[in-house]
Protein backbone atom coordinates (compact mmCIF):
# COMPACT_ATOMS: atom_id res chain seq x y z
CA UNK A 1 0.00 0.00 0.00
CA UNK A 2 1.49 3.58 -0.90
CA UNK A 3 1.52 6.40 1.51
CA UNK A 4 -1.33 8.43 0.20
CA UNK A 5 -3.57 5.20 -0.06
CA UNK A 6 -2.73 4.52 3.72
CA UNK A 7 -3.74 7.84 4.49
CA UNK A 8 -6.67 7.60 2.62
CA UNK A 9 -7.76 4.78 4.21
CA UNK A 10 -7.38 6.47 8.04
CA UNK A 11 -9.42 9.03 6.36
CA UNK A 12 -11.87 6.95 6.16
CA UNK A 13 -11.94 5.08 8.50
CA UNK A 14 -12.33 8.52 11.09
CA UNK A 15 -14.84 9.50 9.09
CA UNK A 16 -16.57 6.31 9.64
CA UNK A 17 -15.82 6.11 13.11
CA UNK A 18 -17.06 10.25 13.13
CA UNK A 19 -20.06 9.37 12.23
CA UNK A 20 -20.85 6.14 14.12
CA UNK A 21 -19.89 8.25 17.29
CA UNK A 22 -22.59 11.32 16.18
CA UNK A 23 -25.00 8.48 15.62
CA UNK A 24 -24.39 7.12 19.54
CA UNK A 25 -24.97 10.90 20.47
CA UNK A 26 -28.36 10.59 18.93
CA UNK A 27 -29.26 7.86 21.67
CA UNK A 28 -27.54 9.51 24.78
CA UNK A 29 -29.10 12.24 26.86
CA UNK A 30 -25.95 14.22 25.64
CA UNK A 31 -27.91 16.25 23.48
CA UNK A 32 -29.18 18.02 26.49
CA UNK A 33 -32.63 16.79 26.28
CA UNK A 34 -33.64 19.16 23.08
CA UNK A 35 -36.08 17.94 20.96
CA UNK A 36 -35.62 19.22 18.44
CA UNK A 37 -31.71 18.47 18.01
CA UNK A 38 -32.30 14.54 18.78
CA UNK A 39 -35.01 14.81 15.84
CA UNK A 40 -32.53 16.55 13.28
CA UNK A 41 -29.84 13.97 14.70
CA UNK A 42 -32.40 11.09 13.12
CA UNK A 43 -33.78 13.50 10.37
CA UNK A 44 -30.58 15.69 9.08
CA UNK A 45 -33.27 17.78 6.86
CA UNK A 46 -35.02 18.93 9.27
CA UNK A 47 -35.24 22.70 9.12
CA UNK A 48 -33.50 25.29 11.62
CA UNK A 49 -35.26 27.94 13.32
CA UNK A 50 -37.79 25.49 15.46
CA UNK A 51 -38.18 27.11 18.65
CA UNK A 52 -42.11 27.87 19.09
CA UNK A 53 -44.91 25.58 18.71
CA UNK A 54 -45.79 27.61 15.77
CA UNK A 55 -42.05 27.47 14.22
CA UNK A 56 -43.03 23.64 14.23
CA UNK A 57 -46.35 24.00 13.16
CA UNK A 58 -44.88 25.80 9.80
CA UNK A 59 -42.96 22.73 8.59
CA UNK A 60 -45.83 20.90 8.85
CA UNK A 61 -46.13 18.83 5.29
CA UNK A 62 -48.33 15.94 6.00
CA UNK A 63 -51.21 14.66 7.96
CA UNK A 64 -50.07 11.16 7.55
CA UNK A 65 -48.06 9.41 9.78
CA UNK A 66 -45.04 7.77 7.93
CA UNK A 67 -41.57 5.96 9.66
CA UNK A 68 -39.00 8.25 9.60
CA UNK A 69 -41.25 11.62 9.90
CA UNK A 70 -41.10 14.08 12.34
CA UNK A 71 -44.34 14.03 14.66
CA UNK A 72 -45.31 17.98 15.25
CA UNK A 73 -47.23 18.02 18.89
CA UNK A 74 -48.67 21.33 20.62
CA UNK A 75 -47.46 20.44 24.26
CA UNK A 76 -45.90 22.60 26.45
CA UNK A 77 -44.93 26.31 26.72
CA UNK A 78 -42.54 25.33 23.27
CA UNK A 79 -44.18 22.57 21.68
CA UNK A 80 -42.61 19.06 20.60
CA UNK A 81 -41.15 17.30 17.80
CA UNK A 82 -40.43 13.02 17.73
CA UNK A 83 -39.14 10.77 14.99
CA UNK A 84 -41.88 8.21 14.01
CA UNK A 85 -40.32 4.83 14.34
CA UNK A 86 -43.90 2.97 13.66
CA UNK A 87 -47.17 3.22 12.50
CA UNK A 88 -49.17 0.25 14.01
CA UNK A 89 -52.06 -1.52 12.60
CA UNK A 90 -54.30 -0.55 15.85
CA UNK A 91 -53.48 3.02 15.18
CA UNK A 92 -50.82 4.07 17.46
CA UNK A 93 -47.31 5.62 16.21
CA UNK A 94 -44.33 4.72 17.94
CA UNK A 95 -42.33 7.73 18.07
CA UNK A 96 -38.61 7.73 19.33
CA UNK A 97 -38.00 11.65 20.99
CA UNK A 98 -36.41 13.24 23.99
CA UNK A 99 -37.07 15.89 26.27
CA UNK A 100 -40.74 14.82 26.98
CA UNK A 101 -42.26 14.36 29.31
CA UNK A 102 -38.69 14.39 31.30
CA UNK A 103 -35.09 14.56 30.71
CA UNK A 104 -33.66 11.76 28.46
CA UNK A 105 -34.37 9.88 25.16
CA UNK A 106 -37.04 7.02 25.47
CA UNK A 107 -39.52 5.76 23.61
CA UNK A 108 -43.64 5.87 23.07
CA UNK A 109 -46.39 4.71 22.09
CA UNK A 110 -49.94 5.95 21.51
CA UNK A 111 -52.82 7.21 19.16
CA UNK A 112 -51.58 10.48 17.87
CA UNK A 113 -54.37 12.53 19.61
CA UNK A 114 -53.19 10.96 22.69
CA UNK A 115 -49.84 12.50 21.62
CA UNK A 116 -51.46 15.72 20.49
CA UNK A 117 -49.85 15.45 16.68
CA UNK A 118 -51.18 18.25 14.87
CA UNK A 119 -49.22 17.09 11.51
CA UNK A 120 -46.19 15.80 10.44
CA UNK A 121 -42.90 16.97 8.77
CA UNK A 122 -42.23 14.12 5.79
CA UNK A 123 -38.59 14.74 4.31
Request: aromatic residues 6%.
Amino acid sequence: MTRRAAILSIMAVSLTAGSSIAQDRCDTSTNRGNCVLYARCRVPRLPFGLTTYQDKARIINSRTPGVGSVAIMNVGAWGHVAVVEAVNHNGTITVREANYPSPGVRTRTATPSAMKVTGYYRP
